[in-house]
């Protein structure tokens, strides 16, 4: 019986039922809130430490053997997005405190997010492939929910794509389900990459490859069915958004790279190869979809769907290093744009608003908010020495070290024009002289209230994330060789799965 | 009480005024039957839940939302809530027998010479009962009340 494996799921059902029983009180949901967010994390931690002392931590679910029950496993990758889960979720929990209003609040605010998370954290540990379809249902549920949470025009118009992409992934997922089951007989993930190396149709492989990867794809907003993320991810409450674009799109990249390392490693130069131009039009598109943008949260939401493309260059590259540098992007790239989601929220505080057009001079009145957006952005653009740089670095050695010299010219042209649309958001919003009509005494007025703090302390520790990513990140790398290593080598998660501990 | 609400509910007949009356605690009655007969036949928490909203649902046709909340006594909400506690709680037993999360645990004893099986699967679905029953009648009451 191991619990640790367990808990990251179980921490938010948990707080969620809890927050249902005190619908009344908004005071204790948001102590709820907070309490299980940070309970999440020290479970995320607590497996962590036990993934690195052991390789692989496994569970049957409710005593029944593998490959017939639920297997709930968790190797470094897995334990390492628990970790994030846990992160992320306590981030948005304390600026949530700061910035939900107190209508959502009574609308569910806090037992969708808990949702949400168990979603997540369900979708990164569970072993079977059709507990993953229902983790993916069950965080979809949440976030439907919480995209239309206020009922704005924009809001609902967001939704229904996203609400109609997600559906429509969720039948390619389903029906790929049915059709590996129907050729291998099993649904635990190990049990099917055990029996797929037997199989003989490699053509039917190849196309179920392809279903996954689509339906994962479209999760993930890769090209060429990304354009739901742009169109929804900056209509909810920045909070939301943040919890989105730091969590969500990561659960579609977790089970591409999933896939594509245990299942799908048969036929690379066919599958991988697919990935590796779907990444390249990724980037391409995004950083050019958020050149053109002119509204804050929606140059963000562009943002990620460019930086979708890295983290799947660096599993289709598929060797070690690749793999170490598109995880490590992965954590990267969550960090900094929640972070840069949830400032662009307190400017909003401050200004009343996310166009760049009207905002302008936040530096000469907000100096300090100032530096922590020119940390995250260059830190995206991937500037040394901050997280970015690394995540980019290695990614861009991985790909030169095989030879794909293309893929690695548009990396690091997309990495230039990250920056170029960086230093518009900063040239717009907080170096120009002020527009007419923008509300100069809001913005010079002093903020000292329990909301403000509540906000800086979210982004203060995702700041401090970043710079520790950048400047001690030698830890975390050597964490990630472990991780690139097992997932270059299946053969020890099958072996956890199916002639598993007790 | 239910003369003034009488003027709301336009359907209101004296017949079903009557009828639900009666059927109320029969079809309580026969949720409860439908709850344990799950344990090891067509039935559970589901469905039972459901008939036992419908219960509900066909008072609050014949005497409005008011008189429902009334004999309901608790929240809707509150059904909801209870339902997915004992649903997270019924994963817990299996912690303290050393046992993987989930596993079903279960208790007999003898009362009046009959065998009473307990088990962690009851609560759950007593959970299930609860969700469904507080789900549909949170949205019922609520679209209800947005008529009014």
Not at chain 2, 91 to 109: K, N, R, Y
Request: with cysteine; aromatic share 12%.
């Amino acid at each position: 019986m191991r619990l640790e494996v367990i808990l990251p799921i179980f921490i938010p059902l948990i707080a969620g039922t809890l927050s249902v029983v005190v619908w009344r009180s908004t005071f204790y949901q948001r102590w709820i809130a907070v309490l299980g967010t940070a309970a999440l994390l020290a479970s995320g931690l607590w497996l962590l430490s036990a993934v690195r002392a052991e390789g692989h931590v496994v569970m049957q679910m409710g005593n029944w053997q593998a490959p017939f029950g639920i297997t709930i496993v968790a190797d470094t990758l897995s334990a390492v997005m628990a970790v994030l889960t846990g992160l992320m979720g306590l981030v948005v929990a304390i600026y949530s405190l700061g910035s939900i209003p107190a209508s959502h609040e009574r609308f569910g605010y806090y037992p969708l997010m808990h949702l949400l998370l168990a979603g997540v954290a369900g979708s990164f540990l569970t072993g079977d492939l059709f507990n993953l379809y229902v983790w993916f249902e069950v965080m979809l549920l949440a976030s439907f929910a919480l995209l239309t949470l206020g009922g704005e025009r924009a809001q609902m118009e967001g939704a229904i794509k996203y609400v109609t992409l997600n559906l429509f992934s969720s039948a390619i997922f389903l029906s790929s389900i049915g059709l590996m089951y129907g050729m291998v007989g099993t649904l635990n993930m190990a049990d099917i990459a055990d029996k797929l190396s037997e199989v003989e149709h490699t053509g039917m492989v190849n196309v179920l490859a392809v279903m996954f990867m689509v339906a994962f794809g479209i999760k993930a907003a890769a090209f060429p069915l990304f354009f739901w993320l742009p169109a929804s991810y900056h209509t909810p409450r920045v909070a939301v958004s943040a919890l989105f674009a730091g969590l969500l799109t990561k659960v579609g990249i977790y089970a591409l790279y999933r896939m594509f390392t245990l299942i799908f490693n048969g036929d690379v130069a066919y599958t991988h190869t697919i990935l590796l131009w779907s990444a390249g039009f990724t980037m391409v598109t995004g950083v050019l979809g958020a050149a053109a943008q002119f509204e804050f949260r929606r140059i963000l939401a562009f943002h990620s769907v460019s930086q979708i493309g890295y983290m799947i260059l660096g599993l289709a590259l598929y060797t070690p290093l690749a793999l170490i540098g598109g995880l490590f992007y992965v954590i990267h790239h969550s960090l900094v744009k929640t972070c840069l989601f949830l400032i662009s929220g307190l400017v909003y505080r401050l200004t009343g608003t996310y166009e760049l057009k009207e905002l302008g001079e936040v530096y000469r009145h907000r100096p300090g908010i100032a530096i922590l957006f020119l940390i995250a952005a260059l830190s995206l653009a991937g500037i040394p020495p901050l997280s970015g740089f690394f995540a980019k670095f290695i990614i861009v050695r991985a790909g030169l070290e095989i030879g794909a010299y293309t893929l690695t010219g548009i990396a690091l042209a997309v990495g230039l024009l990250t920056l170029f649309s960086m230093i518009k958001i900063w040239a717009e919003v907080f170096w120009k002289a002020a527009p007419e009509g923008m509300d100069m005494e809001r913005l010079k007025a002093p903020v000292n209230d329990s909301h403000g703090r509540f906000m800086l302390t979210g982004i203060g520790i995702l700041i401090a994330g970043i710079l520790l990513l950048g400047f001690w990140g030698q830890p975390v790398i050597e964490l990630f060789e472990v991780m690139a290593e097992q997932l270059m080598n299946p053969e020890g998660y099958i072996e956890a799965v199916l002639g598993g501990e007790q | 009480m239910t003369e003034v609400k009488a003027k709301v509910i336009k359907s209101n007949t004296v017949i079903l005024h009557t009828a639900s009356l009666f059927l109320l605690p029969l079809q309580l009655l026969f949720s409860m039957f439908l709850l344990l007969r799950g344990h090891d036949e067509p039935g559970g928490g589901f469905i039972a839940g459901l008939v036992a909203a419908g219960a509900f649902v066909l008072y609050l046709f014949a005497h409005g939302v008011d008189s429902t909340r009334k004999i309901l006594r608790v929240e809707p909400h509150d059904l909801i809530g209870a339902g997915l506690l004992f649903g997270v709680i019924s994963a817990l037993p299996a912690i303290f027998f050393g046992q993987a999360l989930l596993t079903a645990q279960w208790w007999s004893f003898y009362l009046v010479g009959t065998e009473v099986k307990l088990s962690t699967v009851l609560l759950f679905d007593l959970g299930v009962y609860l969700v469904v029953m507080g789900s549909i009648l949170t949205i019922v009451m609520s679209l209800n009340e947005a008529e009014e």
